[in-house]
């Protein structure tokens, strides 16, 4: 019994030391596990002074996107001028158009600090243009630095997750490959 009992101690002695010895890790959020790893690029500021630039870039992307759902478009639209430099970031409303629902579209700043709302989906929200200027685009009530930050406050990653569809995983992995090229 006295033999059993020193090898249950150092079981639990050596249990002891790997938990508190061990290193933590990086700190994960779990509602926003699932982003792919290197999601944002490190790129220079873009350039962008007027939202006829905003627009007229906007709208090169919008073909890409068209197997997207609405959520999904606002988020690759996010990362896609992101990575390109813009100071942008994710605006909602919990009850947009006084409709109950949530919406979500982006706010960038251009050099001078001045804002500009942008619609990935103008058409399928009945917006005036892709950078609309509407009181209801004006009216939200949170904003999100990032994907992150956004699929962790609103219903979850798994909304916004444009990268797991095919077009998305295509697009992705075009986009890493270009930036790979750029930085040879």
């Excluded at 596990?33 to 790129?43: T, W």
């Amino acid at each position: 019994m006295t033999k059993t009992w020193v090898i249950a101690v150092a079981v639990v002695l050596f249990v002891a030391a790997f938990l508190f010895f061990r290193s933590p890790g990086p700190a994960t959020l779990p509602v926003a596990s699932g982003i792919p790893d290197n999601y944002y690029f490190s790129l220079k500021s873009a350039d962008v002074d007027s939202p006829i630039e905003l627009i007229r870039f906007s709208s090169s992307i919008r073909p890409d996107t068209a197997k997207l759902t609405v959520a999904e478009r606002a988020a690759y639209f996010q990362w896609y001028l992101k990575n390109r430099g813009f100071n942008v970031s994710f605006v909602s409303s919990r009850d947009f158009r006084n409709l109950g629902q949530v919406h979500t579209w982006l706010l960038v700043k251009n050099k001078l600090g001045e804002t500009m709302f942008v619609e990935p989906s103008a058409q399928e929200m009945k917006a005036e243009s892709i950078c609309p200027t509407t009181p209801d685009y004006k009216n939200y009530q949170n904003q999100f630095k990032d994907i992150y930050e956004l699929s962790s406050s609103i219903e979850g990653v798994e909304k916004y997750a444009w990268w797991r569809t095919s077009s998305g995983k295509e697009l992705f992995q075009k986009s890493v490959m270009l930036l790979k090229k750029e930085q040879l």
